[in-house]
């Protein structure tokens, strides 16, 4: 091969990856290209999306935390700009507090970490026994304020197979422990704010011993009906006695309904629309305080 054609071809391909780092850039394209990975700036109002439990969060988590340009972001993932109204909402959410919504942690720190969860998802359960104890350090050190928003979405699903089984009552208590954990959590933060984490953590390794891991062991889904009922019992009994919650399907179901109203008002200002019936647990946005 001669020289002028060895020139051409690189001039070619210099070319082509140029157009398309620039078309990526302008948001024309998508980049994906095994590999490398290409960044983006964020914003000063800006916020990180992430749905799903993708182990990339405390990358991006840390990303945020010492100014980084954002890395890997997915197609489940994105930059976004908080809007006024947005700023509006989650600052009286955070300030004022209610029944579905956890906070631990310094409320001045520079970054806010919002995970939407459910103590009972299993996608949930292997984000937090692989993956959070990277970006524990960040809020124990008060780099960020950590902010969980109660997203009961198996919860529910519980009491729709009831339903459908009335006769199942297993499923009734499932459902109704299962809701019955989000309020321990809320309990152990209000009497004992220092055991928060280690509640919900111990809750997630309760979830993978009894439910997930004998459920792909045993090829069995009754592990899947009893893993709420199991971890319940444990923290209650062994952990947290003094948070022991019991709970009528009524109380449920209104608790339930109250947690997916405050999360269907807060998806809309800040998952674009064309994603946002892709939502689940878990969900994370990564923020700048918007106080400072």
């Known amino acids: 091969m001669n020289n002028k054609v060895i020139i051409i071809i690189v001039a070619v391909v210099v070319a082509a990856v140029a157009i398309v780092l620039v078309t990526s850039a302008l948001g024309i394209i998508p980049l994906s290209i095994p590999g490398l990975s290409?960044?983006?700036?964020?914003?000063?109002?800006?916020?990180?999306?992430?749905?799903?439990?993708?182990?990339?969060?405390?990358?991006?988590?840390?990303?945020?935390?010492?100014?980084?340009?954002?890395?890997?972001?997915?197609?489940?993932?994105?930059?976004?700009?908080?809007?006024?109204?947005?700023?509006?909402?989650?600052?009286?959410?955070?300030?004022?507090?209610?029944?579905?919504?956890?906070?631990?942690?310094?409320p001045k720190a520079p970054v806010w970490l919002l995970e939407f969860l459910d103590p009972v998802c299993p996608y949930c359960t292997i984000?937090?026994?692989?993956?959070?104890?990277?970006?524990?350090p960040l809020i124990k050190s008060g780099r960020v304020y950590y902010i969980v928003v109660y997203?009961?979405?198996?919860?529910?699903?519980?009491?729709?197979?009831?339903?459908?089984?009335?006769?199942?009552?297993?499923?009734?208590?499932?459902?109704?422990?299962?809701?019955?954990?989000?309020?321990?959590?809320k309990c152990v933060n209000s009497i004992n704010a220092t055991q928060t984490l280690n509640a919900i953590n111990e809750t997630y390794i309760a979830d993978l011993m009894y439910g997930l891991i004998p459920y792909v062991e045993y090829?069995?889904?009754?592990?899947?009906?009893?893993?709420?009922?199991?971890?319940?019992?444990?923290?209650?009994?062994?952990?947290?006695?003094?948070?022991?919650?019991?709970?009528?399907?009524?109380?449920?179901?209104?608790?339930?309904?109250?947690?997916?109203?405050?999360?269907?008002?807060?998806?809309?200002?800040?998952?674009?629309?064309n994603l946002q019936s892709n939502v689940g647990t878990p969900m994370f946005i990564i923020m700048r305080n918007p106080g400072n």
């Open 38 to 106: 290409f960044s983006k700036s964020l914003p000063s109002n800006g916020f990180v999306y992430v749905i799903g439990a993708y182990p990339n969060v405390p990358t991006l988590v840390r990303d945020v935390v010492y100014g980084n340009p954002i890395h890997g972001l997915g197609s489940s993932e994105g930059i976004g700009s908080l809007t006024p109204s947005a700023v509006e909402y989650i600052s009286k959410l955070i300030k004022n507090g209610n029944d579905y919504i956890i906070t631990y942690g310094n």
């Open 127 to 136: 984000f937090d026994v692989y993956n959070f104890s990277q970006i524990a």
């Open 151 to 185: 997203f009961p979405t198996h919860a529910l699903g519980y009491y729709q197979a009831y339903e459908q089984q009335p006769n199942a009552t297993v499923l009734l208590q499932a459902f109704n422990d299962s809701v019955a954990l989000w309020l321990q959590w």
């Open 219 to 273: 090829n069995n889904q009754a592990y899947l009906i009893y893993y709420p009922i199991f971890s319940y019992n444990l923290l209650n009994s062994t952990y947290y006695p003094e948070c022991k919650v019991t709970l009528n399907p009524l109380q449920a179901v209104n608790i339930t309904n109250n947690a997916l109203s405050q999360v269907n008002n807060i998806i809309p200002l800040l998952i674009p629309k």
